[in-house]
């Protein structure tokens, strides 16, 4: 299959990839692309999720609606304070404050160390090209001229650990076609540390209900060959073009080796391969397998803009005003006022019907009110900003000679000065 052109990147651009809400906190993940590669930050904020989280069978938690938007406020928080964080200095941040007064506190975080003795060849991050980010940890990308499935490892879990040790157990067990080839282990720059996984592209369908016997017998395979497959789920078996069965990485990580005692290895190999099998197929019985090939997935990355806000952190460029200017629109009927809402700070005109350009308001005057000390645009609501204010000045057309000769005056001062 032919590669895809690698994407075009907007170098600066800041973009939210993923995040999770548990019950020990809240994770947001974000990203900037630089000329140098993907400069990546985790966000940790206080958990909202409840210790009494329902967990159905597929694993995926049930979060309430109100959690969801205790998790949105944190992203919104995260958006006011882009300026506040810099990518590349840190992996890690936390968010920390309350009553509207926030700030991220830069953290680096280590990754646990990873225990496995690496089996094949060791690959540079910088030399991937990421094509698209489908979850902070799953992205896409070409390497040497080839699509790649990349497991990058981005916080302090022992997940990549896992996911190398299954790879190795069916590697042992002659069962690596079970999975999608393992091409390389992703380096960090310049280093020896193991911090992602590299495979062949995962291209295929879901499972169906069509594949139970081809299911059962790759099953049947790892049962006989000690091992014990913990992660059986709709969402993680596929099968590829030519008709083989091929376990995801996510499934991969949840291979072990069987229990020694003879009791309860019998009781795991009950609920953990046929039990499941069980529920899954019946689940496939009911209708098409709902989830979609990695590759067909949506992802769920956002881009976040710029914006000023003056309410959050040392925001640039900073606004300050320091007069405001007040203009009074005639009231009178000729103009085809309606109304106006007085408990507005800002009049608004209603009209009849659509507006006509011979009829317009009449501005009868307007004044100017100066501040003795320059505010932020979101102070203005404030009461107390009216202390600060000065009487209004009267409006004096500007003296074109005056302005004239003191312009004359800058600049003969500023030659002299460079000579």
């Known amino acids: 299959m032919a590669s895809r052109p690698p994407t075009m990147k907007e170098y600066g651009a800041i973009d939210y990839i993923s995040g999770y809400n548990e019950d020990f906190g809240r994770f947001y993940f974000l990203k900037k692309s630089t000329p140098a590669g993907e400069q990546l930050i985790v966000i940790q904020a206080e958990p909202v999720v409840g210790r009494s989280v329902v967990q159905s069978h597929t694993e ?16 919104e928080l995260i958006h006011t304070l882009l300026p506040t964080i810099e990518f590349g200095a840190t992996n890690w941040g936390y968010l920390v404050g309350s009553n509207n007064n926030y700030r991220i506190v830069p953290k680096t975080r280590q990754l646990s160390p990873v225990s496995e003795v690496p089996w094949c060849r060791l690959v540079d991050e910088r030399d991937i090209t990421i094509t698209r980010f489908l979850w902070a940890e799953d992205r896409e990308g070409i390497w040497n001229g080839m699509e790649v499935d990349i497991f990058m490892a981005v916080d ?11 790879y190795r157990l069916l590697i042992e067990r002659n069962l690596e076609h079970l999975a999608y080839p393992v091409v390389g282990h992703v380096v960090r720059s310049g280093t020896a540390e193991i911090c992602g996984l590299m495979t062949e592209p995962s291209y295929g369908r879901m499972v169906e209900d069509k594949d139970k016997s081809a299911v059962y017998k790759a099953i049947s395979q790892i049962e006989r060959a000690g091992l014990l497959l913990t992660g059986l789920y709709t969402s993680n078996i596929m099968i590829t073009d030519d008709g083989k ?39 496939l019985e009911q209708g098409r397998n709902p989830f979609e090939p990695p590759r067909n997935q949506r992802t769920f990355t956002t881009h976040l803009p710029y914006f000023p806000s003056p309410a959050h952190g040392p925001i640039r460029p900073v606004m300050k005003v320091w007069a ?10 000729q103009y085809g006022v309606k109304g106006v809402d007085e408990s507005s700070r800002t009049r608004a005109v209603v009209r009849h019907g659509p507006p006509r350009a011979e009829k317009k308001p009449h501005l009868d005057s307007f004044e100017v009110l100066f501040f003795d000390e320059p505010i932020s645009p979101r102070s ?22 005056l302005q004239e000769l003191i312009r004359a005056q800058s600049w003969q001062r500023g030659k002299q000065l460079s000579q």
């Not at 995926?60 to 949105?72: A, L, M, T, Y």
């Not at 995801?248 to 391969?273: G, K």
């Open 156 to 166: 302090t879990s022992v997940y990549l650990g896992n996911m190398m040790a299954g």
């Open 380 to 401: 203005l609501r404030a009461p107390r900003a009216r202390l600060v204010v000065r009487p209004p000045a009267p409006y004096q057309k500007p003296d074109k000679l």
């Open 245 to 283: 069965v091929h376990f995801l990485a996510n499934s991969v990580c949840a291979l072990m080796r069987q229990a020694v005692d003879p009791t309860v290895r019998a009781e795991e190999i009950e609920e953990y391969h046929w039990t499941r099998l069980e529920i899954l197929f019946k689940e």
């Open 60 to 75: 995926i938690p049930c979060v309430s609606e109100s959690d969801q938007r205790g998790f949105n406020f944190g992203l």
């Open 324 to 333: 405001v200017i007040l203009a009074h629109l005639s009231d009178s009927d």
